[in-house]
T-cell receptor, first 111, second 112 residues
Framework: DSGVTQTPKHLITATGQRVTLRCSPR?????VYWYQQSLDQGLQFLIQ???????AKGNILERFSAQQFPDLHSELNLSSLELGDSALYFC??????????FGPGTRLTVL | GQSLEQPSEVTAVEGAIVQINCTYQ??????LSWYQQHDGGAPTFLSY????GLEETGRFSSFLSRSDSYGYLLLQELQMKDSASYFC?????????????FGQGTELSVKP
């Protein structure tokens, strides 16, 4: 158990819909990272927040957005969902930026 | 840009030793990390090398050569439970974010 929690574990929705994925980092970790992993693919960095502020952005689609709240939990919002958005979405947290601890992931299926 | 290359799959037998190589190209470099991921599970941190040389943690060791932009993960006394995907990752130092750039992963199959 990494100490990072993510909800929900599974999410099934239809194209065009909007969903919100939630992540709570390890106690004391200020950085939260979001990654997308499609079938048989590597981990693609989406976005990072540090203590409530956006710190780095990857190839995140404009339909996707995220935020980090004062209690340091983070939410990833995915809208106008397409079939290709079906993937595992991982959240990770870190203290120093080198070692990232990953949550169990949310498996999103878009039908 | 940044890129990492590692073999897509490796097969070995139980009790053997296997080495997974990783070469990288980055605009800046803070260190090389290795993560293990079992099918559908969360990536878990294995090791981190910031300086040249070998780091040993139990049955796993990781090596880095900064001059060659190369590293490897060495797994000894392989067990069936070691069957998983292994990812190398570099920290992107082009900004202060600390984001990790991952390789595509090496799928290790351990046979009896």
């Amino acid at each position: 158990d990494s100490g990072v929690t993510q909800t929900p574990k599974h999410l099934i929705t239809a194209t065009g819909q909007r969903v919100t994925l939630r992540c709570s980092p390890r106690s004391g970790d200020l950085s939260v990272y979001w990654y997308q992993q499609s079938l048989d693919q590597g981990l693609q960095f989406l976005i990072q927040y540090y203590n409530g502020e956006e710190r780095a952005k990857g190839n995140i689609l404009e339909r996707f957005s995220a935020q980090q709240f004062p209690d340091l939990h983070s939410e990833l919002n995915l809208s106008s969902l397409e079939l290709g958005d079906s993937a595992l979405y991982f959240c990770a947290s870190s203290r120093a930026g080198d070692t990232q601890y990953f949550g169990p992931g949310t498996r999103l299926t878009v039908l | 840009g940044q890129s990492l290359e590692q073999p897509s799959e490796v097969t070995a037998v139980e009790g053997a030793i296997v080495q997974i190589n990783c070469t990288y190209q980055t605009s800046g470099f803070y260190g090389l990390s290795w993560y293990q991921q079992h099918d559908g599970g969360a990536p878990t941190f294995l090791s981190y090398n910031a300086l040249d040389g070998l780091e040993e943690t139990g049955r796993f060791s990781s090596f880095l050569s900064r001059s060659d932009s190369y590293g490897y993960l060495l797994l000894q006394e392989l067990q069936m439970k070691d069957s998983a995907s292994y990812f190398c990752a570099v920290r992107d130092s082009s900004n202060q974010g600390g984001k990790l750039i991952f390789g595509q992963g090496t799928e290790l199959s351990v046979k009896p």
